[in-house]
Structure formats: structure tokens, C-alpha cells
């Protein structure tokens, strides 16, 4: 989920720098989650344990790497707030190997102690390859049930329910998230076109099936029907199963809205300089 936009003073909290010793893959670009299952994780996790991973197919549309990001060291990255869901046991940080293990870092933002943000993981890992497999929601982004009052001064006294606080999107409020958006934005387009560049940089091997998936795992699923993760050799476009990305429902509401808010304050600001250059013509005439 991404920081509150009420307790950050400006929006350059919203981003930090990677650590030296340590690159950065994501996989899910702004406003996008990415969805999966156990067993999907475990086939991912097989996946980039091959050492010739970016030369699959998976790099396809449709794939689990096409929307790949590639963050070197002293790059900016967004510094998404981290979460897990208390439902899945699975979800954590693990070394990628053989037999992947499960780091003892917890992610859980109720209590101080286990609240990491990128920032925080990165310093606490401290070298090698991380691969950021989470979600990417939107700036504006408030828990569930939580209620966003988009016009007004001032912010909402009631509580939406006994944990989110109700909150209210101010012009600061909005002229920050605007400002913090567009960044994110223009960081995934960058660091999107530095991943093509660090793959065609390589000396390629072709990639062939035998390589990354073992036949008991071909789907990363129990049932093996339907494919369970991105694209293959010879695929061709499935419904949505496995491993996916999408823009949730909630976000696309409020991208919604949002573009429509920040399609009237470009207008509000080209109409105050057209007024003060018929004012300024009106001077001079007089």
C-alpha cells in the first residue's frame, strides 16, 4: 500500500534511493496489483532461481515479466509502504535457491516494530538481487472501508469504522498526490526502458522450457488446469489465473475521480493565467 498522504510533509518521502550493493526488480507497475497463489509463488520463485530467467517467453505480453522494472544502485524507487495478508502464511521475504527460505522479517504496518516500507527492507537485506513481488496501488490509496471525501477544507471527524479514520482530499492534499503520482509514473517508464536495456546488454541464451519448468510444477498449480502462470512458447492468450496483474477495482474508482480532479485543476490554472494576461493587456491599454 502506499505511504498516508496525511503524515508525509512532502512528497520526496514518497521515494528513496537503492542502497548501493543491491539491484531491484518489480514486477507490478503503478496502480497495478499483482495476483497469485501458493503455488504460483513457489513456480515463480523456481522460475527466477534460473539464472537465464530474463530471456523467456515470460517477457511476452501477458507474461509474469512483462512489466518488469530494473532499479540499480543509487536509482530512485517509489517507497511503497509494505503489508501482508494475515490470511496467507506464504507471503514474506525468502532467499531464492534450490530450496527457497523464508527470511525472518514479518510485514505487518499494526505495529511499529514489523512496519517496513521499501526503504527499510532494503537496508535491512543490505546486498544482492531483490525482487519486489507486490503490489503498486495507487497514490491515493486508503484501507478498505475507509471513506475519502474528495472536495472540501476540512477533514471528516467521524471514523468510517473503528480502524480507518475517514479522510478528506484538500487542493494540498490532491496538489501532492498529483505531484507524487506523476513521479511514480515517469520512475516505472524509466526504470521499465533500463530493464529492456539490461537485458539486450547481455549476451543472450535461448531459454527453453526444460530450463525453468520441471513437468511436475508445468502450471505452478495443484490442479495443473488451466496454466497457472504467464505465457509460454506456443501459448496463446487465457483468462486471468495464477499469476496476473490488475488494476483493482478500488483503484480504478479512485484513478477515476482522480483524473477527472486533476483534469479540472489544469484547467483552473490555465484559466488564471489566460485572467491575468487580459489583465495585464487591460493595464496597459488604460
Known amino acids: 500500500m502506499s505511504h498516508n498522504l496525511l503524515r508525509v510533509s512532502s512528497y520526496e518521502e514518497y521515494f528513496t534511493l537503492v542502497p548501493k550493493n543491491?539491484?531491484?526488480?518489480?514486477?507490478a507497475p503503478t496502480n497495478y496489483c499483482v495476483y497469485s497463489n501458493e503455488d504460483s509463488e513457489k513456480m515463480i520463485m523456481h522460475f527466477l532461481s534460473n539464472p537465464y530467467w530474463m530471456f523467456s517467453p515470460e517477457l511476452r505480453k501477458g507474461g509474469m515479466f512483462e512489466h518488469m522494472q530494473y532499479y540499480p544502485p543509487n536509482s530512485i524507487i517509489t517507497n511503497i509502504m509494505l503489508d501482508g495478508d494475515d490470511t496467507s502464511s506464504?507471503?514474506?521475504?525468502?532467499t531464492l535457491g534450490k530450496t527457497p527460505q523464508k527470511l525472518p522479517i514479518v510485514f505487518n504496518t499494526s505495529k511499529k516494530e514489523t512496519t517496513y516500507d521499501v526503504e527499510r527492507l532494503l537496508n535491512t537485506i543490505k546486498s544482492g538481487r531483490v525482487f519486489l513481488f507486490v503490489c503498486s496501488p495507487h497514490t491515493i490509496a486508503p484501507h478498505t472501508n475507509s471513506v475519502l471525501k474528495w472536495r472540501g477544507r476540512n477533514q471528516p471527524k467521524r471514523k468510517a469504522t473503528k480502524k480507518y479514520e475517514s479522510f478528506a482530499i484538500t487542493h494540498e492534499i490532491l496538489e501532492k498526490a498529483i505531484a507524487i503520482q506523476e513521479q511514480r509514473l515517469d520512475i516505472d517508464e524509466e526504470a521499465r526502458r533500463r530493464f529492456v536495456d539490461y537485458i539486450n546488454s547481455l549476451c543472450h541464451r535461448r531459454f527453453t522450457r526444460s530450463m525453468s519448468f520441471p513437468l511436475e510444477k508445468r502450471n505452478?498449480?495443484?490442479?495443473?488446469?488451466?496454466?497457472?502462470?504467464?505465457?509460454?512458447?506456443?501459448?496463446?492468450?487465457?483468462?486471468?489465473?495464477?499469476?496476473y496483474f490488475k488494476v483493482d477495482k478500488q483503484d480504478q474508482e479512485t484513478n477515476n475521480i482522480y483524473e477527472k480532479r486533476y483534469k479540472e485543476i489544469i484547467e483552473e490554472k490555465i484559466e488564471t493565467v489566460l485572467w491575468k494576461i487580459r489583465m495585464s493587456a487591460t493595464t496597459k491599454k488604460s
Open 22 to 27: 543491491i539491484e531491484v526488480f518489480t514486477f
Open 90 to 94: 506464504h507471503f514474506g521475504a525468502y
Open 220 to 243: 505452478g498449480s495443484s490442479d495443473h488446469i488451466p496454466s497457472q502462470i504467464g505465457l509460454g512458447l506456443g501459448e496463446t492468450k487465457r483468462k486471468e489465473s495464477g499469476i
